[in-house]
């Protein structure tokens, strides 16, 4: 059975530097073709792609966000990561993390985390 | 960037009707084109992959259709769980882009 779960801080100063962790169950990102995103969602939008890792530690990026974003894993404990720098009023959301599967060789969104509010304030 | 059009916004309608959401992309994407489900407590869903290819677990009134640059997603008779949003989502270039999302409302 497929989990992840993500977990951050709740609530940051402007300025500061977000932290995200994503922790998964039921595979492995040391398998390949396997791969994690992070998503976001601001109050009452849409759905904003962020980062991607994949099991061969290849690494995408959101230029919107230019070089705020970093994304990295943890394969002995399970985990995936996401660090974002300077944070402002544009970046309270809701963030998920979600497993990148392989299909029909392209790659889906196939199981999500239940995602975590993040509040910035000062 | 490929842009993602999803129209209508909203969507009204009732149990056992047919509806049709559409996607429509800025470039020609292929078949490279995904559906999501959102339930109101934020929960995110994957219906299908590669246009028309369901996700385990997905029924079948759901189906997807579509390609190049035009794309849509049909319930064939409405259940109650189906009242969400839907989000389509390019794969085929970084970034990957979604749609704005359809709120499917009950009539």
Not at chain 1, 27 to 51: D, H
Not at chain 1, 72 to 86: G, V, Y
């Amino acid at each position: 059975q497929v989990t992840l779960k993500e977990s951050g801080p709740g609530i940051l100063q402007p300025s500061q530097t977000l932290s995200l962790t994503c922790t998964f169950s039921g595979f492995s990102l040391n398998t390949y073709g396997m791969g994690v995103g992070w998503i976001r969602q601001s109050s009452g939008k849409g759905l904003e792609w962020l980062a991607n890792i994949w099991w061969d530690d290849d690494k995408y990026y959101n230029p919107s966000l230019r070089n705020r974003l970093t994304i990295s894993k943890d394969t002995s404990n399970n985990q995936a990561f996401l660090k974002i720098t300077t944070v402002d009023t544009a970046d309270p959301a809701t963030y998920y993390c979600a497993r990148i599967g392989r299909y029909s060789g392209r790659y889906f969104f196939d199981y999500w985390g239940q995602g975590v509010m993040v509040t910035v304030s000062s | 960037d490929i842009q993602m059009t999803q129209s209508p916004s909203s969507l009204p309608a009732s149990l056992g009707e047919r509806v049709t959401i559409s996607c429509r992309a800025s470039h020609d994407i292929f078949n490279n084109l995904n559906w999501y489900q959102q339930t109101p407590d934020g929960t995110i869903k994957p219906l299908i992959y590669y246009t028309s290819n369901l996700q385990s677990d997905v029924p079948s009134r759901f189906s997807g259709s579509g390609s190049g640059t035009d794309f849509s997603l049909t319930i064939s008779s409405l259940e109650p769980e189906d009242f969400a949003m839907y989000y389509c989502q390019q794969d085929v270039t970084f970034p990957w882009t979604f749609g704005g999302g359809t709120k499917l409302e009950m009539k």
